[in-house]
């Protein structure tokens, strides 16, 4: 299908909007686990991929495929044609149902070092025993990703999250792409931090985009989920099958509720990153922080690769405090208005300390390898009134 060229929040607000049988304004829960065929041969068109119709729930079903499709709208807002995407139970069902049938034994991953944790010991420590082999790179340095290519044998696929979780590191994703494409690799992005709304990784040739869609694209803390959107035929046909063998699909109510809350996504992403910035800046210039990582602040080490490739700069952020560990623990231990808790994106403000929570399952030589420092306290910056963010972030601070 053409891609029409609305702007992206018209795509957010109406895409996926299919017809129904009841004209009801915004599509029905479809809570059926099967389908019903007219006939024989109507159910055999069917299976044969002759017309259109569904089977049964873990083969897909109309809330999956509206919610799909308008991720898929959105990361593909600028291609000449519509993406593919499936939607997956959750965002590591997305990673695993891409990766699996991408290698096989004696192929290798080359991935960052630094990526959200699961992902990194699914490379790292659960393929391996599978004799898939893992090479890590540092992200931010493609000289070292061309170290990596050097050494590396059959190399199947290049796995980059950029800005990544919890440092905010960035990855130059074109660079990436031009040397996946010199060795015939694919190119494999986790895009959950930035979303479509800052960052078409599709459109600088990325050939898959993967998202947690329990982050900001459903937005409201109240669904697990992801999402596997790429622009080729064969890649998501092969994702497809994987997703029926291995089973990770999405529910209807949980797709409906991510439907539900893409329609607001460009609304959200807007203020999350405007208040991003204000706490940055307020947190940069605090006597109790020792640093900020934020690829919105121009002292951030890679704030004109974050200007060429994002179209704004997000609301994650971390931070080192002077006094480390203690007055981080300090810090979550007396915020009043955010919330001490993992996950991240949704509308209100969540805080967490990755070395004791989201990291704690790496060693501290990986740790270190990714930057996390034992003190390092990570921000979702909500879109509360930004003023009472910082001021509990003030009261929590303690000057050492
Ligand atoms: C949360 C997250 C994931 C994993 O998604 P789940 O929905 O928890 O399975 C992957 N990547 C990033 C960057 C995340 O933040």
């Not at 900020?292 to 700069?313: C, I, N, T, W």
Request: glycine share 10%; charged share 15%.
């Amino acid at each position: 299908m053409k891609n029409h060229k609305n702007g992206f929040g018209t795509i957010a607000t109406h895409a996926g909007n299919e017809a129904n049988e009841t004209h009801a304004h915004v599509q029905p829960i479809y809570q059926s686990s099967t389908y019903g065929f007219d006939s024989v041969e109507f159910g055999q068109a069917i299976w044969r991929e002759e017309r259109d119709g569904y089977i049964y729930g873990r083969l897909g079903n109309p809330n999956n495929d509206a919610t799909a499709q308008a991720i898929a709208a959105l990361e593909g807002k600028n291609l000449a044609e519509r993406p593919y995407g499936l939607l997956c139970g959750s965002g590591m069902a997305a990673i695993s149902t891409v990766i699996l049938p991408l290698v096989n034994a004696g192929d290798t991953i080359v991935s960052q070092q630094a990526l959200y944790s699961y992902a990194y010991n699914l490379f790292a420590y659960h393929l391996p025993q599978k004799g898939i082999q893992h090479v890590a790179f540092h992200g931010p340095d493609l000289n070292d990703l061309d170290r990596a290519l050097a050494t590396a044998e059959n190399v199947k696929v290049i796995y980059i999250e950029t800005p990544v979780n919890p440092t905010m590191a960035l990855t130059d994703i074109r660079g990436v792409v031009e040397r996946a494409k010199a060795i015939g690799a694919t190119v494999v992005i986790d895009n959950t931090f930035a979303t479509p709304y800052l960052q078409r990784p599709l459109e600088m040739g990325v050939d898959v985009s993967i998202h947690s869609t329990t982050k900001y694209l459903s937005g409201h803390g109240g669904v697990v989920g992801g999402a596997i959107i790429t622009p080729d035929a064969q890649l998501h046909r092969k994702f497809m099958t994987a997703l029926f063998h291995y089973g990770g699909v999405a529910g209807p109510m949980d797709a409906w509720l991510t439907l539900l809350g893409i329609r607001t996504l460009h609304v959200r992403m807007e203020r999350h990153c405007e208040n991003a910035l204000a706490v940055a800046e307020f947190l940069a210039a605090h006597p109790a922080v020792e640093k900020v990582y934020y690829p919105g602040l121009e002292s951030f080490d890679q704030h004109e690769l974050a200007k060429r490739q994002m179209d704004d700069f997000g609301a994650m952020l971390s931070f080192e405090l002077k006094g480390g560990y203690a007055a981080g623990a300090t810090l979550m231990n007396n915020v009043k208005l955010c919330s001490l808790a993992v996950s991240l994106g949704t509308v209100d403000t969540l805080i967490q300390h990755p070395a004791s929570m989201t990291h704690f399952r790496l060693s501290p030589a990986d740790r270190a390898a990714m930057g996390i420092s034992e003190g390092l306290v990570r921000l979702s910056v909500g879109i509360e009134d930004v003023q009472d963010i910082i001021a509990d972030l003030e009261q929590g601070l303690v000057v050492v």
